[in-house]
């Protein structure tokens, strides 16, 4: 049997047509012969057996080729592919779909592609459109972030200078710039550095029990006997030379017995007249290599603690999906030696959907254990 509306052949018993979706339930039956003088003989000549919306998908589908496969064409198709590696073959393919959304592409036997839709084909011209704008914008922002980072490596120069040079001069003259200014840095690091110690920063014990008794250190003798006194007053200029030498410090203020210090460890600090604290055991005077300041030694310490600070908080909230961290809301504290105190701000949604800000305190002991947790929204 044949359709009333497109004359499409179609099984026999058919309800609706697969390709114009008419329903044939209500239509009055025609004889064989009069669908075919209706419907058979004028389509049969110009209609393809191919549907134009399969050809048009896989026309839309970003391997070149596959929509020629389809009508029956395997040769061009092959061509198409193996071109599209080449420009040429892009625009073969982009000529193939702008036919195909016009219903001007044939297939093999010259016949006009089956069951065309103005409507398929439409849709079928917004999703390239989509697709078109899509990829103008992310081009458009690959090159604008390409800029951006060429225009950042011409004048950055060093990690404290930067030399910004006019639009008119040459690369040539640009890149003199930044040889001549590498070249004056590194003659300029060539120079130790060493900050000043100030009179009276270093404060040598008493070296027998009796003034050190008069001078009220009992407790000091005590706990650390009068061997290391003496060995103390011995290390602490070396103490106050290695600060001196980190550029954190600006001046040598105290140099002193910290209260950390036992019989078999004893630790020295350095404080500097910009707050810069350093401590020094024995073994560490003894080495070579730079000084490091408090906050330098902590801080691989505090990074650790930050990521597990926000796991301890994530465990903590009841949904734990819309956590959003500030970035200027991460603060460090040591409250007691050896206790690490971190306090996250951040963003969350509550039960009724309503992002509210909360502050959260984790606190962790020398052993990295979590010793204290406590969380409240900020008002």
């Given at each position: ?6 004359g ?33 003989a ?29 009508l ?5 198709a ?39 839709s103005?409507?398929f084909?439409?849709?079928s011209?917004?999703?390239w459109v ?59 690091n ?15 014990y ?6 050190l ?15 290391n ?13 290695k ?6 410090c600006?001046?040598?203020?105290t ?5 950390k ?45 930050e ?24 603060f ?15 963003s ?12 959260a305190?984790?606190?962790?002991d ?14």
């Amino acid at each position: 049997m044949y359709c009333s509306n497109c004359g499409k052949e179609l099984p026999n018993g058919s309800k609706f047509c697969f390709c114009c979706g008419t329903n044939l339930q209500n239509k009055e039956p025609k004889s064989t012969e009069q669908q075919i003088q209706e419907h058979t003989a004028p389509s049969l000549a110009t209609e393809s057996g191919y549907s134009y919306k399969t050809a048009q998908i896989l026309g839309m589908i970003p391997i070149p080729g596959l929509h020629r496969f389809y009508l029956g064409m395997p040769g061009s198709a092959i061509a198409q592919f193996i071109s599209s590696l080449f420009f040429i073959g892009i625009i073969w393919w982009l000529v193939d779909n702008i036919r195909l959304l016009t219903n001007n592409f044939k297939d093999r036997e010259g016949k006009q592609l089956a069951c065309y839709s103005k409507m398929f084909a439409f849709f079928s011209l917004i999703i390239w459109v989509a697709l078109f704008s899509n990829a103008i914008l992310n081009g458009n922002k690959a090159s604008q972030e390409k800029v951006e980072t060429s225009d950042t490596s011409t004048t950055e120069i060093s990690q404290n200078e930067t030399v910004t040079t006019g639009t008119d001069e040459s690369i040539e003259e640009k890149q003199e710039i930044l040889n001549s200014a590498e070249r004056s840095s590194q003659s300029t690091n060539t120079a130790e550095y060493e900050a000043p110690i100030r009179d009276g920063a270093i404060y040598l014990y008493p070296e027998t029990k009796k003034e050190l008794q008069k001078a009220g250190f009992s407790k000091t003798l005590k706990k650390l006997g009068l061997d290391n006194i003496k060995k103390c007053n011995k290390l602490f200029p070396l103490a106050a030379k290695k600060a001196a030498k980190n550029k954190k410090c600006d001046a040598v203020m105290t140099v002193d017995i910290s209260d950390k210090s036992t019989k078999d460890n004893i630790i020295i600090y350095v404080h500097a007249e910009n707050f810069t604290k350093f401590y020094f055991t024995e073994q560490e005077l003894m080495e070579d290599g730079p000084a490091k300041s408090e906050q330098e030694k902590l801080a691989p310490l505090l990074i650790r603690h930050e990521v597990m600070a926000e796991e301890v908080i994530k465990s903590k909230l009841n949904f734990p999906s819309t956590y959003d961290r500030h970035e200027l809301g991460v603060f460090h504290s040591r409250t007691t030696p050896g206790c690490n105190e971190i306090t996250i701000e951040f963003s969350a949604k509550n039960a009724y959907n309503l992002e509210l800000t909360y502050i959260a305190t984790v606190q962790f002991d020398k052993d990295s254990n979590v010793v204290g947790f406590r969380m409240q929204e900020k008002q």
